[in-house]
């Protein structure tokens, strides 16, 4: 699967810190042979991704569409459909399916919120779904099963 991921309060919290189980969630994804992207409605963020040592994990930086999300790609250059979205804005995670994550502001030694998107993604690569309260199949899942 194509996996995005949103940057503020989704992977950095407010005080500059990566999420707990980042790096390590990206590279068992990229083992698994899913792609991961990283995408943000305030631009493209590239620098973070190498201060937080995750480019050799992530495929592709863009700008995250904000409205209009399907037309809006082409114009951002992704040119890849987002099979899964992760992020704490639960608009962009209903489209287009995905896991709507719980903001992360602060450094949190017990946040387990990496460790539940990956179950998650596990669950919909192997069923097609998952029972996760954060799980949404999104549009295009619901029109693809009719």
């Given at each position: ?12 919290g ?20 899913h ?24 495929t ?34 209903r489209?287009?399916?995905?896991f ?36 949404r ?7 693809e099963?009719?």
């Amino acid at each position: 699967m194509n996996i995005f991921f949103d940057v503020d309060y989704t992977i950095m919290g407010a005080d500059g810190s990566l999420r707990r189980n980042t790096a390590e969630t990206f590279g068992k994804l990229v083992s698994d042979g899913h792609k991961v992207y990283v995408w943000s409605g305030v631009g493209v963020r590239t620098a973070e991704v190498r201060r937080f040592g995750l480019a050799d994990y992530v495929t592709k930086v863009f700008q995250k569409p904000l409205e209009d999300f399907d037309a809006a790609l082409p114009g951002l250059g992704v040119f890849t459909p987002p099979d899964f979205i992760i992020d704490d804005h639960p608009e962009i995670v209903r489209h287009f399916g995905g896991f709507i994550c719980r903001p992360y502001y602060f450094r949190n030694n017990k946040d387990t919120e990496m460790d539940e998107i990956y179950q998650t993604i596990c669950d919909v690569s192997e069923r097609g779904s998952s029972e996760h309260k954060a799980y949404r199949s999104g549009k295009w899942r619901a029109q693809e099963n009719g």
